[in-house]
């Protein structure tokens, strides 16, 4: 069975840095992209960026390049996202889920439970 | 970049009516568009790819279609359970669309 298990949820200051998590199961690991999407309260889904495990090339964004970093660690089939210095803003639910590209199609199959990051002083 | 726009923002129906969702996008796209069902909660769930293609489990009162820029997301018959945001989302950039959240009247 396919399953993504994401870090549990975290209250952090403004200008600490976060690191969040999202293990992949019951899949090989390398072989599918891992993408991750924000939720702000109240608010849509917002595409971040993308990760192919298997040589950890990366897509972002735009609206979120530079401002956090995507990586992979495959020995341990694990993906993050991390801040440096987080904002108020950037409160929100992030979900991890597995991008599929096959036969000229693409989408979200397997999502993780979400993972509630919190900033406040 | 491409811009998808999803309407109605939000509807109210009751159950046993038919239910339409419009996604447009910014750009002709062919038929490279998903749709979502996000219930308050939980993550969102893959209901339709390939504008047109219903993924497996999901029950046949859900269906897509259209090309190019317009395409079209229908609830044949609402049921309770399908209180829920539904979002387009075009596989080009990965973007979503706006979502529509549907009530129950």
């Known amino acids: 069975e396919v399953q993504l298990v994401q870090s549990g949820a975290e209250v952090k200051k403004p200008g600490e840095s976060l690191k969040i998590s999202c293990k992949g199961s019951?899949?090989?690991?390398?072989?599918?992209?891992i993408g991750w999407v924000r939720q702000m309260p109240g608010k849509g889904l917002e595409w971040m960026g993308i990760?192919?495990?298997?040589?950890?090339?990366?897509r972002y964004s735009p609206s979120f390049q530079g401002q956090v970093t995507i990586s992979a660690d495959k020995s341990i089939s694990t993906a993050y996202l991390q801040w440096s210095s987080l904002k108020a803003s950037d409160t929100a639910m992030y979900y991890c889920?597995?991008?599929?590209?096959?036969?000229?199609?693409?989408?979200?199959?397997?999502w993780g439970q979400g993972t509630l990051v919190t900033v406040s002083s | 970049d491409i811009q998808m726009t999803q309407s109605p923002s939000s509807l109210s129906a009751s159950v046993g009516d038919r239910v339409t969702i419009t996604c447009q996008a910014s750009?002709?796209?062919?038929?490279?568009l998903n749709w979502y069902q996000q219930k308050p909660g939980k993550a969102p769930k893959l209901l339709i790819y390939?504008?047109?293609n219903l993924e497996t489990g999901v029950p046949s009162r859900f269906s897509g279609s259209g090309s190019g820029t317009d395409f079209t997301f229908t609830i044949s018959s609402l049921q309770p359970e399908d209180i829920a945001t539904y979002y387009c989302?075009?596989?080009?950039?990965?973007?979503f669309g706006g979502g529509t959240k549907v009530e129950i009247k």
């Open positions: 889920a597995r991008w599929v590209v096959v036969a000229g199609r693409a989408y979200f199959d397997y």
């Open positions: 019951g899949y090989s690991f390398t072989s599918y992209w």
């Open positions: 990760i192919y495990p298997g040589d950890s090339d990366t």
């Open positions: 750009q002709d796209i062919s038929n490279y």
């Open positions: 390939d504008a047109s």
């Open positions: 989302q075009q596989y080009d950039n990965l973007a």
